[in-house]
Nanobody
């Protein structure tokens, strides 16, 4: 079982910055894909950014150039640096660890989420 704990959310003005953290209970180097999702009120959960153990990184078009995902394997932590925030970035942000174990079993673990509110 993998435990993921997000932190770093809060209230920020438009144009401001936040850094979200996702601390894992296992070595993140053993996890195939670490991702950030978000869910705004009344909307479906959407993928924001993903980082694979092979070094591939992908972003949603709506956040390219403003949000950056990174891994710190020594701290078993994944970050989401959020710059130039907009009101439409307001959502609960979730960390996810997903992939396929050496046993062949697929896995997907979620954190509890952290609220980000962008408002003046």
């Amino acid at each position: 079982q993998v435990q993921l704990v997000e932190s770093g959310g809060g209230l920020v003005q438009p144009g401001g910055s936040l850094r979200l953290s996702c601390a894992a209970s296992v070595r993140i180097s053993s996890l195939n894909v670490m991702s950030w999702y978000r869910q705004a009120p009344g909307k479906d959960r959407e993928l924001v950014a993903a980082s694979t153990d092979g070094g591939q990184i992908n972003y949603a078009d709506s956040v390219k150039g403003r949000l950056t995902i990174s891994r710190d394997n020594a701290k078993n932590t994944v970050y989401l640096q959020m710059n130039s925030l907009k009101p439409e970035d307001t959502a609960v942000y979730y960390c996810n660890a997903g992939g396929r174990a050496t046993t062949g079993r697929y896995y997907s673990y979620w954190g509890q989420g952290t609220q980000v509110t962008v408002s003046s």
